[in-house]
């Protein structure tokens, strides 16, 4: 069965350092999102993608933050200068197109900012 | 008007016996209510999920109720399992393509023997 892939599975990272974290969403799927979820909490919308340009973003989605679909497969997100608090689990999720509403997520990155 | 308020953070049920999650939300724009189970260390995987058109939806021994006018809508597991120890999202979504989730802030669930 189809599936999201995300590497790294872990990313440890010191303050003020950018990352990039990278998802290969399901390869019939059209719309790609970045969530995240801080240890222990629930998950959280960042950031939603379709036809190499963002649909919707969220508070969290600041100017640190940027995504991009480098390729026919791959999707990044890219935090510039990293944070203590930018520490969670990152998942990525595709869906397929715009009358299918199941989205399908990744196994996710930790990262974790020192 | 966003959130979408789950019920109980955390539940214990003797094994066979049946869970139940509770979930609320305001925004009467939403209409794609999915359930997402979660284990340590791993991304939420889609379990069921309803629209706003059925009152209940049941795959196997899940089933989801849907209360329109309460705005409410809930997960039963019959049977329950030591394997279906789990976190459980609630989430909702204005559906059609590219929509964001919301997310409920997720029940611990413990099957014991």
């Known amino acids: 069965e189809p599936e999201v892939t995300q590497t790294p599975s872990h990313q440890v990272t010191q303050m003020g350092q950018e990352v990039i974290l990278r998802c290969v969403p399901i390869s019939n799927h059209l719309y790609f999102y970045w969530y995240r979820q801080i240890l222990g909490q629930k998950v959280e919308f960042l950031v939603s993608f379709y036809n190499n340009e963002i649909s919707e973003k969220s508070e969290i989605f600041d100017d640190q933050f940027s995504v991009e679909r480098p390729d026919g497969s791959n999707f990044t997100l890219k935090i510039r200068s990293t944070k203590l608090e930018d520490s969670a689990m990152y998942f990525c999720?595709?869906?397929?197109?715009?009358?299918?509403?199941?989205?399908?997520f990744g196994p996710g990155t930790r990262l974790t900012v020192t | 008007q966003q959130q979408v308020k789950q019920s109980p953070q955390s539940l214990i049920v003797q094994k066979g016996g049946i869970s139940i999650i509770n979930c609320a939300y305001e925004n009467t724009a939403f209409d794609y209510f999915p359930w997402y189970q979660q284990f340590p260390g791993k991304g939420p995987a889609l379990l069921i999920a309803i629209r706003p058109d059925v009152s209940e939806k049941k795959e196997g021994r899940f089933t989801i109720s849907f209360n329109k006018s309460a705005k409410q809508f809930s997960l039963h597991i019959m049977d329950s399992q030591p394997g279906d120890s789990a976190t459980y999202f609630c989430?909702?979504?204005?559906?059609?393509?590219?929509?964001?989730?919301?997310f409920g802030t997720g029940t611990r669930l413990t099957i014991i023997p």
């Open positions: 999720a595709s869906s397929q197109d715009s009358w299918s509403y199941e989205q399908y």
């Open positions: 989430a909702a979504s204005r559906g059609f393509g590219n929509e964001k989730l919301t």
